[in-house]
């Protein structure tokens, strides 16, 4: 089974070398059917993640939502 939610970034703190960020994430539940739907029984969330590859801490803008597909690993 797989969980969607839909996530917003709210910040991205980066190092004073830029070698790492901190990327913070909180979950959305209302504004549309399909964040109410996924969120009825998860109602709130926050993710954290210390991401040390520039390369993927630049994919992330404060602001803009985020799917994040939870499954379990094989």
């Given at each position: 089974?797989?969980?969607?939610?839909?996530?917003?970034?709210n910040?991205?703190?980066?190092?004073?070398?830029?070698?790492?960020?901190?990327v913070?994430?909180?979950?959305?539940?209302t504004?549309?059917?399909?964040?109410?739907?996924?969120?009825?029984?998860?109602?709130?969330?926050?993710?954290?993640?210390?991401?040390?590859?520039?390369?993927?801490?630049?994919?992330?803008?404060?602001?803009?939502?985020?799917?994040?597909?939870?499954?379990?690993?094989?």
């Amino acid at each position: 089974m797989t969980v969607r939610a839909k996530f917003q970034c709210n910040s991205i703190n980066k190092s004073p070398d830029n070698s790492s960020a901190v990327v913070n994430l909180m979950a959305i539940t209302t504004g549309s059917t399909e964040n109410e739907a996924w969120s009825k029984y998860t109602p709130s969330g926050q993710l954290q993640m210390v991401i040390s590859n520039p390369a993927a801490f630049e994919q992330f803008e404060q602001g803009k939502e985020y799917f994040i597909d939870i499954q379990p690993a094989q």
